[in-house]
């Protein structure tokens, strides 16, 4: 077979393989350009938005093996990876900008969901997206303190400007309110404050906002369900028994508001001992996935107990304990798992596609 007609076949093999994000062949996105191919040797360059770079290793090796299958004749190809630009469109009425919404909940609290909620939204900024984090956990906004932020947000351009975490915009009633104050919070007052989060907030051009949900009722989840299309909820929990029944409770609230479950996290899930590098099943393991399996919602994983995650998120240093990377990676695992987990709705259900620009 001669270059001319591998680079051919390439091309044409190209109608075959959708971009993650819209679920389009990417011979009609023009994603994959600066092709060369000589002695049966192809190179190309393969250009991700940045939501699809948070899987770009995954993304890049499914190609080449697809390009390999379908081209018999080629006899390497090299893929390198550029950015593409493909801005969010506004969401809802509200104008919101941002290719997914995700609530991170759980049917009860101290399972850990806000910390999933932050750790989830720092490592998908790791990972090359723009995210954002709304923290309407009302009852208690841990996520100020547990990202050592402060002071109060300005307004600017009619708009308030969110408290950043490095670059990361965060907005939390805990900027707004003493702590002990939350709980007279009620109704009308907590979805006016939901909505005004969400309208008039500075949120930029995001990725991903990931809002980390109250414990418990689903007067926040229709709220927002109202207000914006959300792509969906992740459920964290802990393996033993008594707290997947709780979840069972928070999933079934999703599934009433009709608000996609997106998968489960199992947190707490082991205890390595440091010293020994033994493994204790402190509260049991793999009932999170079990849970899943009866749902039909993907696993997104398991993040063990780290006492650094404890001690630093304590002392507002989250971010910090991110950066070892013995302790993210079970988030970064789980941070796959979901855009993953987002990217088969779009590929299989055309109202996921709402909150993608119209392409022609
Ligand atoms: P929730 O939002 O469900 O009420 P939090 O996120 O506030 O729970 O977590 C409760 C406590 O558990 C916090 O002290 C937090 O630092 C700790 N924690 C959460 N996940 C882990 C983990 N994987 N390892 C160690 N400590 C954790």
Known sequence: MTDLEIHQQLQKALDGFKDPETGRPLSKTGQVTDWVVADGHGKCTLRLTSMIRTIETEVVQRLESYLHSQVPGLKSIEIRVDDFDRPAQPLGTIGLTAKAVIAVAAGKGGVGKSTLAAAIALTLEKLGAKVGLMDADIYGPSVPHMLGLEGRPQIADSKIQPIR??????????????????????????????????????????????????????????????????????????????????????????????????GIVENMSGFT????????????????????????????????????????????????????????????????????????????????????????
């Open 165 to 262: 975490s490095g670059t990361m915009p965060v907005m939390s009633m805990g900027f707004l309110i003493e702590r002990d104050q939350a709980v007279a919070w009620r109704g009308p007052m907590l979805n006016g404050s939901i909505t005004q989060f969400l309208r008039d907030t500075a949120w930029g051009d995001l990725d991903f906002l990931i809002i980390d949900m109250p414990p418990g009722t689903g007067d926040v989840a229709i709220t927002l369900s109202q207000l914006i299309p959300l792509t969906g909820a992740v459920i964290v929990c802990t393996p033993q028994e008594v707290a997947l029944l709780d979840a069972g409770k928070a999933i079934s609230m999703f599934e009433k508001t009709k608000i996609p479950i997106l």
């Open 273 to 360: 001992d440091p010293e020994t590098g033994k493994t204790f099943d402190i509260f049991g393991r793999g009932g999170a996935r079990q849970k899943a399996d009866q749902i039909a919602a993907p696993f997104l994983g398991e993040i063990p107990i780290q006492m650094v995650v404890r001690s630093q998120a304590d002392e507002g240093k989250l971010a910090q304990a991110l950066k070892d990377p013995t302790i993210s990676k079970p988030f970064e695992d789980v941070c796959r798992a979901l855009v993953r987990a987002i990217t088969a709705r779009i590929a299989t259900d055309p109202l996921a596609k709402i909150s993608l620009p119209v392409l022609g």
